[in-house]
């Protein structure tokens, strides 16, 4: 009889356990869900700020056409300096005083595409004359590979002119706001 009652014990203890952990494996499971959940919602919140700051920013920067803007010098920029430097880099290549292309695929080969630089064009479109800029597509094309670098698929239009313009932007995070930190120009 007590050989039974022990082994019952045993079977109750083992049978405890057994459920115990597997209650404390599902409050785990339900526990990283939720987590993932909500870092999800967060990247999700974080690429829709991301986007409506791309389009905004965007076409404000078209917005006076003549760049008549007294405040110009004191508008913020919204770009990187870095991608800054690349494409003043990429646009005065042959030029009076530029570099040329082998020594700006040297320079910046290594951060940027320099395939896709633009060369010889303006920030963000090729055409030099513009009536109405407006982005008529931007699509976050990358999942959130870190936390603070998105990649949007991004069409810029200027519909009196007949143009558009094809862009794959990286968009980073940069204290509370963005910053264009590369632009992919395929035409």
Known sequence: MKQILGFLFVLFVIFSCTNSQKD??????IQDSLRL?????????????????????????FADPLFEDENQDKKASIYTKSYEEYKTDAISIDYDGGM??????????SKYDTKYAGIGTGFLISG?????ISITNCTLKSDLSTDSTMVFDVMIEDKEAKAKYKRDIKVIKSGDSFLIDDILEYQ
């Open 24 to 29: 404390t494996l599902d409050t785990l499971a």
């Open 128 to 132: 030099q004359d513009w009536v109405k």
């Open 37 to 61: 959940d909500s870092i999800n919602n967060v990247k999700r919140l974080m690429s829709e700020d991301a986007k409506v700051w791309l389009i905004k920013s965007i076409e404000n920067e």
């Open 100 to 109: 040329t292309e082998e020594a700006f695929k040297k320079k910046w080969g």
